[in-house]
């Protein structure tokens, strides 16, 4: 089993080969608490210790997501870092925030998720502070995600999912397609000029004063 450990700005990488499905989710029950990322590709396995930089910045994104739909009163269902995964597929990962938006609907009031059983989440948030060793997009594609949000510390960008398995960059969003993104990154930019709970109402007032009205168009 060949293994590799990388650090990169308080992250830590830890990549196994030869990794089994059963020792896969093995793993994912034993750690589900243990604040690490895992993700899984045909027998490669990844398992990420997030800096405390990455946690910040998926909760801010995540906070931004849940401002907008909530000032909206768009329906959502939030399903933070759960683990997508198919066994079928020999693939599993987790994003740091995903999403129900469209198909909200169709898992309302459930409590027992399945991929076997129910549509993937419409959105998936990626913070990459630092360069993943297995490629997430095809992963995702193959679960079924059709879009995905990432995040490097500078810049958002809004990755859709194509007809041939992979992702486009795109300039709007398919779950919001009245939101301008390029205003969610300048709001991440002013992160650091006042505290927290400022800085949300003055993303909230925003959506209030410039959302509302061009949603309804």
Do not use: C
Not at 65 to 79: D, F, G, K, N, R
Not at 91 to 117: C, F, I, M, W
Not at 170 to 185: G, N, R, Y
């Amino acid at each position: 089993m060949a293994t590799v450990l990388e650090r990169h700005q308080a992250e830590e990488r830890l990549v196994l080969d030869g990794v089994s499905w059963s020792t896969y989710e093995a793993l994912l029950a034993d750690l589900e608490h243990g604040g690490v990322r895992l993700t899984y590709d045909h027998g490669r396995l990844e398992i990420v210790s997030p800096s405390r930089q990455h946690e910040r910045f998926k909760r801010l994104i995540g906070r931004m997501v849940e401002a907008v739909t909530e000032e909206l009163q768009i329906p959502i269902m939030s399903t933070s870092s759960w683990t997508l995964k198919s066994e079928l597929k020999r693939r599993g990962l987790e994003a740091d925030e995903s999403y129900y938006v469209a198909n909200e609907p169709k898992v309302r009031g459930r409590e027992d998720l399945t991929l076997q059983h129910d549509p993937p989440p419409d959105l998936a948030i990626e913070v990459e502070i630092s360069s993943p060793w297995i490629k997430k997009a095809p992963i995702y594609a193959e679960l079924g995600v059709p879009e995905i949000w990432r995040y490097d510390g500078q810049r958002l960008s809004v990755e859709l999912l194509q007809g041939d398995q992979t992702y486009a960059a795109s300039p709007t969003s398919a779950a919001f397609p009245f939101l301008p993104v390029e205003k969610l990154e300048a709001f991440l930019d002013r992160r650091a000029e006042t505290d927290e709970t400022t800085w949300i109402r003055q993303f909230r007032a925003w959506v209030r004063e410039e959302l509302a009205d061009r949603r309804s168009q």
